[in-house]
Nanobody
Framework: QLKLVESGGGLVQAGDSLRLSCEAS????????MGWFRQAPGKEREFVSC????????TYADNVKGRFTISRDHAKNTVYLQMTRLTPEDSAIYYC???????????????????WGQGTQVTVSS
């Protein structure tokens, strides 16, 4: 059974960087696209980034483009989210997720993902 575990969150100051990791166990993720989402208190879960199965293609939400970088390491069955120039508006619980379908496509909708981690908290102080 697939299990996704996020790590790397924490409390940082505005302008700092963090790298989140999402390690999978129980099943390989090699043929699936992977995504990162986030949810702030009182807000809906929102899309952050997605990477296709081989890492060749990525997409980002407009509000993180140029600051965040998604990547993956098949050997470690792990997906990463490098976050730079963090602002208080980036504070949220960050979740990784596995795409429902195989293939090369990139996804943004929550319904396109069928397995989720428990989340890791990122708090950015001003």
């Amino acid at each position: 059974q697939l299990k996704l575990v996020e790590s790397g969150g924490g409390l940082v100051q505005a302008g700092d960087s963090l790298r989140l990791s999402c390690e999978a166990s129980g099943r390989t993720l090699h043929v699936h696209s992977m995504g990162w989402f986030r949810q702030a208190p009182g807000k809906e879960r929102e899309f952050v980034s997605c990477i296709n199965w081989n890492g060749a293609n990525t997409t980002y939400a407009d509000n993180v483009k140029g600051r965040f970088t998604i990547s993956r390491d098949h050997a470690k069955n792990t997906v990463y989210l490098q976050m730079t120039r963090l602002t208080p508006e980036d504070s949220a619980i960050y979740y990784c997720a596995k795409s429902r379908l195989y293939g090369n496509a990139l996804y943004r909708a929550i319904g396109d993902f069928d397995a989720w981690g428990q989340g890791t908290q990122v708090t950015v102080s001003s």
